[in-house]
T-cell receptor, first 113, second 107 residues
């Protein structure tokens, strides 16, 4: 089975712009979660989608949004980028929503200048 | 929402020694998972332990869970250079990670 893929791998954007990141889960996995990782804050949960519905949400401002499509692929959008949004954004897929291991993608490294 | 807190924040040991790291949490959980992250392989799931389990083994890894103390420990025996990584615990389906323990194996 192919692993979790994320595109793009690297991205440089300017303050005020918006960005869309994409995640393709492992085939058959229905849950997709997004995380932000920074040296200062560590790994922080953004949101989880299951069967096209947002199931859980972390403590991030409304500028961060996501969605999941019927094929379980997910996208994450950040609007009005700020310098502090520079981070590694990780996507993880899981067969179900709880009690199952998550498989992480390589991440998208976003730099906001 | 609660967060697992790993302890210590950083640990350096000689190759071949055992490494122990801990995770504490505040409210009841259904399961706890340990993950490893290094630059080469990204974040990788190591082991899942459910709340009704006390100990679980996987190769050189041993995980214990004490629900009365709300803590878990991860023991890596006979450490190798490849074990150099950050280790995280994750709680339940809330998937709240701590900041991790950075483990460095010295040659």
């Amino acid at each position: 089975k192919a692993g979790v893929t994320q595109t793009p791998r690297y991205l440089i954007k300017t303050r005020g712009q918006q960005v869309t990141l994409s995640c393709s889960p492992i085939s058959g996995h229905r849950s997709v979660s997004w995380y932000q990782q920074t040296p200062g804050q560590g790994l922080q949960f953004l949101f989880e989608y299951f069967s096209e519905t947002q199931r859980n949400k972390g403590n991030f401002p409304g500028r961060f949004s996501g969605r999941q499509f019927s094929n379980s692929r997910s996208e994450m959008n950040v609007s009005t980028l700020e310098l502090g949004d520079s981070a590694l954004y990780l996507c993880a897929s899981s067969y179900w929503t709880s009690g199952y291991e998550q498989y992480f993608g390589p991440g998208t490294r976003l730099t906001v200048t | 929402s609660q967060q697992g807190e790993e302890d210590p924040q950083a640990l350096s040991i000689q190759e071949g020694e055992n490494a122990t790291m801990n995770c504490s949490y505040k409210t009841s959980i259904n399961n706890l998972q340990w993950y490893r992250q290094n630059s080469g392989r990204g974040l990788v799931h190591l082991i899942l332990i459910r709340s009704n389990e006390r100990e679980k083994h996987s190769g050189r890894l041993r995980v214990t869970l004490d629900t009365s103390k709300k803590s878990s420990s991860l023991l890596i025996t006979a450490s190798r250079a490849a074990d150099t990584a950050s280790y995280f615990c994750a709680l339940d389906d809330k998937i709240i990670f701590g900041k991790g323990t950075r483990l460095h194996i010295l040659p």
